[in-house]
């Protein structure tokens, strides 16, 4: 909590000095008012609850097979025994592969977030940036989840500028 106030005093104390213009938006309270987000939200809810409720019966299956397997372990050959632990390894394999297919960094479900939130986010990012352009606005900030630059004019970038002081960039 300290940082983060820290941070806010540190951010209003650049822009007081600079005399920019600055506004704070909430991006969750905009998102959350846009019908076609919270509609593409319940659709990655829905399929997300779906594909986990696959991945549990599948691996409920698993330990049904492993339960069996010890139940009847001692009755069985050793080739017997081989085999069905290759099957349990194989189907767990097989579950675990689809969870990290569908849940894991850029699988399906990331795909599908791309593609049903990410424009909408792109408007939203595109309103506030004409918003700031309108209104004269400097910097924009964003309170959802902890005060993030939301949007920056860029003639405010001063990143050549260190570059050229650093004799890169010359």
Do not use: H
Request: charge should be positive; hydrophobic fraction near 40%.
């Amino acid at each position: 909590m300290k940082k983060i106030v820290l941070s806010i005093a540190l951010i209003l104390s650049v822009i007081a000095a600079n005399a920019q213009r600055y506004c704070i938006i909430d991006s969750k309270y905009i998102l959350d008012k846009v019908v076609d987000y919270k509609d593409a939200q319940t659709r990655l809810d829905k399929l997300s609850k779906d594909w986990q409720t696959d991945i549990d019966n599948r691996m409920q299956e698993v330990d049904r097979m492993y339960k069996a397997y010890q139940a009847e372990r001692a009755m069985l050959s050793d080739d017997m025994r081989k085999k069905r632990e290759d099957e349990i390894v194989l189907k767990e394999k097989s579950a675990k592969d689809l969870q990290k297919q569908r849940f894991g960094y850029e699988g399906e479900l990331f795909k599908e977030r791309q593609k049903l939130v990410k424009p909408i986010q792109d408007r939203v990012y595109n309103a506030v940036q004409k918003m700031a352009q309108t209104k004269g606005f400097d910097l924009v900030l964003d309170k959802a989840g902890g005060v993030t630059m939301f949007y920056a004019d860029p003639k405010l970038d001063k990143s050549e500028d260190v570059l050229k002081l650093l004799g890169i960039n010359k």
